[in-house]
């Protein structure tokens, strides 16, 4: 019975079951074998052929050794085993079957199976030979004129005839083929159906054409017949290339006003209305209509039905003024033939009553959808669909005009019928309930109203599943009530339910329903306390009433820049960009580039720009911003202030410091005019001006921004978590400053406490700002001389990196992730850990920890940046001490050229490799290249640091060396005595490592020139 229904899957369970029970009870093979058929044919039914074919080759098996070869059980067997081989589209297997059956038993529908194979094999007279056959056996059967079998043999009958040049043959058969197969009541109607018949039509047309030729009136009739059926399965554009051929035809035959042009023009722009060409069908139906009317007359009813198709393509134009005239010209002629009393002229008055619903016009679509209920009533009857459909109709009309009591009449009348006439899980019964719902709600009756909408949604969910917009609008109407009644829990839950499918639905949402499903939110969240949640919702409400006012208004425009800054605000920027460029069109257009709410627009879109790191873009929003600003409002104004914030921050990002500082001190200039001392607006600023002084190396400037920036962060801070974090973030800017300022025990409190801070209140331990905090201390902890304690630091600090970024990540994933703090951090702490080991003496290690640095620099920044130069510095260092002078210079010249490019020629991280580059010279005993290196460090640091600091004495202790080992030593007393007035200027004794080394060069120096003067 299921599989009679089609039901494949459930006849599968019942046969597997079958089957478990027969081999349960030891059953025959036979009773087996026979279940093992129909699981066959289950699967072939359901297109699993490969599994089709075990069952019935196991069925097959069975049945041979219990019956012999020759019982007509294992003929059906072969049969159905070969059928499912020609779906494998292995015909040499399904010949062998096929020839199997018909050895057994010679029954018309194996010898049709065999001679079909046949002549897909190209087997042309063996398969005549069982085709004929067949043929006979069905002629003397006399059974049905419409069997699709008797159609197919002769189709390949006529096939076998193409292939022999016998045309006349050919179109007999396949003129037989197209009459049978037109008579069955499903004609093409599946698949298989519709290729057989095309296949016949095609043949046809092939024979026709070596008989007559291409321009014969046969061949175009049939042409046209190919296009209804392609129309027919709604392969429009094959409908379309048959018609326009069919067109040429006729048109040559008998001219441009034939009456068989008509009809094909016409069936041509109904193809072309489906497609989607109503403009190009609305030129077809005019020329038809010229033609019909000639020939038939003004009155005639196919005037009336191209008149009704002229109308439909208006509608798809959306063009409903001219689609009513047009209606109404259908209606006339048929007033003049029929009395317009006819379900056609029922159903022209049905979409007069719809158009007419659309434009709000309520007594024209009342007054047209009660002449289709009583038009459809006197003909079919009441209880028929159609008049059920009028009526439901007709409920809606008075529904929107208020009319309860009369929606509530029509309404339930269109309800009774359909429940009687359609299957339970029908859409249309689904529409009338939640039409119902609505009316139930404005009568107030809540319970009803609930019980409609529940079954609306019932009914859609089970015809188009959960996600569909229909169920949505359901679900929303059912908050509706729900809120009315005071349920506010339950109508959220419907409303959140109806915005959770909303948002997985592909295509537009209607904007009024999902604006009055968040507006619905937002009153609830407000009812119920909750002011975040009812300020979300009401804030996406707004985007979706753009559609009330039209895509050009200001005020759609004023909401959708309150709607981009709250998301900006949030960090939404997806949602905030779309939001803002839509409304920069908008203000454009509307205001001018000049406007202040114009410049609002580009400075919302300049900060989305600016988190997406496209600072080239974001600076020119800004930049728009920020002139139109000062033009109108003044060059003190808060909004130039902010604009002046983001500018210095891209100039800093850029690189450009000098125009950092400027942009940011004239923001804070501004922001301090405007707003409160302690705001975090101003300490915001402080902070980043803090961090391009550090980059600078204005060191003092640095410290006093981050020490005030703390000050505004510690007196405003509060108990959220980000207040928190902001207030850590301080401690650890003012202690990197620190470090940098010598100030290393205060800056190790600071990193303490900051570290603290980010553990308490950060919800992920393994946070990249707790690892910059283990990070720093290491790096304190390296400079005190605590390497152990460093290491500990640096190696915690990398295990929370890694777990961020992996140990070694390949250079493709590093640039393609926005992970830039989380690698740049390890990068630098990796930096960090190869110093402490280096200076521990585990060399190997130290090394390995340095090229990883250097690799995510490289992978972050390229080849030429200043981290890789400070790595290349070190390693430079190493290979030196190593005595691998010769690599030490090339690494050292390498950094020397990097550091150059970015710096210049006279910064102290320049000078820093000069000295590096004046050992190794010294070690390769080229004392020229050596002062070379020398001097030109301290060039560089003297005006740096002073003439009496201590890393200009580092280079005098250096250059008293070299002028030692060239053979001057009273130069390089000279030096050495200029070094250790430096030293006594700083504190150090002669108990001091450095001096003593100095004094132990003084008087190796002394001995060596004593010993001179006496040689002499």
């Known amino acids: 019975l299921h599989t009679e229904q089609k039901q494949f899957s459930l006849a599968l369970d019942a046969y597997l079951g079958s089957l478990h029970i027969h081999k349960a009870r030891g059953s025959t093979e036979i009773a087996i074998a026979e279940i093992l058929n129909n699981i066959g044919i289950t699967y072939f039914g359901m297109k699993e052929y490969d599994r089709a074919q075990i069952y019935h080759a196991e069925a097959l098996e069975s049945l041979r050794q219990e019956l012999g070869d020759d019982h007509v059980d294992v003929a059906f067997c072969w049969h159905s085993l070969g059928v499912v081989h020609q779906e494998l589209c292995d015909q040499v297997e399904a010949f062998k079957c096929f020839q199997n059956a018909v050895s057994i038993e010679r029954t018309e529908l194996y010898l049709q199976s065999l001679g079909m194979c046949l002549v897909q094999m190209d087997e042309n007279e063996n398969a005549y030979v069982c085709l004929d056959e067949a043929l006979r056996m069905k002629t003397l059967d006399c059974g049905n004129d419409a069997d699709d079998d008797l159609a197919e043999i002769q189709r390949n009958l006529g096939i076998i005839w193409m292939r022999k040049k016998r045309f006349d043959e050919s179109l007999r058969c396949f003129e037989e083929a197209l009459k049978i197969k037109m008579q069955m009541p499903l004609c093409g ?52 290339e048959a018609y326009v051929e069919t067109l040429k035809i006729y048109k040559s035959q008998h001219g441009d006003s034939h009456l068989s042009v008509a009809n094909t023009l016409f069936n041509l722009g109904v193809s072309l209305n489906a497609k989607g060409s109503p403009d190009k069908a609305i030129r077809c139906f005019i020329k038809a209509l010229r033609i019909t009317k000639a020939r038939l007359g003004e009155d005639h009813l196919d005037v009336a039905d191209t008149y009704e198709q002229v109308a439909e393509s208006n509608k798809l134009l959306l063009s409903y003024n001219d689609a009513k005239i047009y209606y109404e010209k259908a209606l006339h002629v048929r007033k003049q033939a029929t009395g317009a009393s006819d379900l056609k002229s029922a159903a022209i008055m049905h979409e007069l009553g719809k158009i007419h619903s659309q434009e709000g016009l309520w007594e024209n679509a009342e007054r047209a959808f009660k002449e289709s209920v009583r038009i459809r009533t006197m003909q079919l009857g009441q209880d028929d669909h159609l008049v059920a459909e009028s009526m439901y109709n007709l409920g809606l009309v008075y529904k929107s005009r208020g009319d309860s009591a009369k929606a509530l009449k029509y309404l339930e009348g269109s309800l009774r019928t359909i429940k009687s006439k359609l299957a339970s899980a029908d859409p249309q019964l689904a529409d009338n309930f939640h039409s119902l719902g609505g009316v139930h709600s404005s009568l107030g009756n809540i319970d009803k109203s609930v019980f409609c909408y529940d079954k609306a949604v019932q009914i859609y969910t089970e015809v188009y599943g959960k996600q569909n917009d229909n169920v949505a609008l359901s679900l929303a109407g059912k908050g509706e009530i729900l809120c009315s009644g005071e349920q506010f829990r339950e109508a959220l839950s419907c409303f959140s339910e109806c915005l959770d499918i909303r948002k997985s639905i592909d295509g537009p949402i209607p904007a009024k329903e999902s604006g009055d499903v968040l507006s619905q939110m937002g009153e609830i969240y407000s009812k119920l306390g909750d002011g975040t949640n009812a300020s979300l919702s009401f804030a996406s409400a707004l985007t979706t009433y753009r559609q009330i006012f039209g895509t050009k208004h200001q005020t759609v425009a004023d909401v959708l820049q309150r709607m981009s800054a709250h998301f900006v605000k949030v960090g939404e920027f997806e949602r905030g960009y779309s939001c803002v460029k839509e409304t920069l069109i908008l203000q454009q257009e509307l205001l001018g580039q000049d406007d202040t709410k114009t410049a609002d627009s580009h400075y919302c879109m300049g900060t989305i720009l600016y988190e997406w790191n496209d600072y080239a873009e974001a600076c020119k929003c800004f930049e728009r911003a920020r002139d139109v600003h000062k033009q109108k409002l003044g060059e003190t104004h808060l909004s130039v202030a902010n604009s002046n914030f983001y500018l210095g921050c891209i100039s800093e990002r850029k690189g450009d410091y000098e125009s950092a500082v400027q942009y940011l001190q004239d923001s804070l200039s501004g922001r301090r005019e405007h707003l409160d001392e302690m705001d975090h607006g101003i ?17 003092d400037p640095a410290v006093t921004a981050f020490s005030d920036c703390l000050k505004i962060r510690e007196a405003t801070r509060g108990t959220d978590t980000a207040s928190q974090v902001n207030v850590a973030d301080a401690l650890f800017d003012l202690g990197t400053a620190l470090v940098k300022a010598l100030d290393t025990q205060r800056s190790m409190q600071l990193f303490t406490d900051a570290l603290k801070e980010y553990q308490r209140h950060l919800d992920n331990q393994n946070d990249v700002k707790i690892a910059k905090c283990h990070s720093c201390i290491g790096e304190i902890y390296e400079k005190t001389n605590e390497l152990l304690k460093a290491v500990n630091a640096l190696e915690t600090a990398t295990g929370i990196y890694e777990y961020h970024v992996g140990t070694d990540p390949p250079e493709k994933e590093i640039r393609a992730s926005k992970k830039i703090d989380a690698y740049s951090g390890q990068a630098e702490t990796l930096f960090r850990l190869a110093t402490a080991k280096d200076r521990l003496g585990e060399e190997v290690i130290a090394l390995k920890q340095y090229r990883r640095a250097m690799r995510l620099y490289k992978s972050l920044f390229g080849r030429d940046n200043l981290h890789v130069a400070k790595i290349l510095n070190r390693l430079a260092n190493m290979k030196g001490r190593a ?104 504190g150090l004794g002669d108990d001091d490592a450095l001096v003593a080394t100095v004094l132990g060069h003084q008087r190796l120096a002394n001995q060596l020139k004593k010993r001179g003067r006496n040689k002499n």
């Open 683 to 699: 300490a915001d600023n402080l902070a980043r001006l803090g961090h391009v002084y550090y980059k600078q190396s204005e060191w």
């Open 883 to 986: 005595g691998s002078v010769d690599k030490a210079m090339v690494l050292f010249d390498e950094s020397l050229r990097i550091r150059m490019l970015h710096l210049g020629n006279n910064h102290e991280d320049v000078a820093e490799t000069l000295f590096g580059m004046g050992i190794v010279f010294e070690k390769r005993r080229d004392y020229g290249a050596a002062m070379k290196a020398y001097s030109d460090c301290l060039r560089i640091r003297s005006s740096k640091f002073g003439s009496d600091s201590m890393e200009v004495a580092q280079v005098v202790v250096n250059i008293g060396v070299v002028r030692g080992n060239k053979g001057d030593f009273s130069g390089a007393l000279k030096s050495w005595n200029k070094a250790l007035s430096i030293y006594r200027k700083h």
């Open 189 to 240: 109607e599946s698949e298989k159906d519709h290729r057989n018949l095309m296949n016949c039509l095609d043949g046809a047309l092939e024979a026709v054409s070596e008989i007559f030729g291409t321009q014969h009136m046969k061949y175009a009739r049939l042409l046209h017949q190919k296009g209804n059926f392609h129309g027919a399965k709604k392969e429009h554009s094959h409908a379309i």
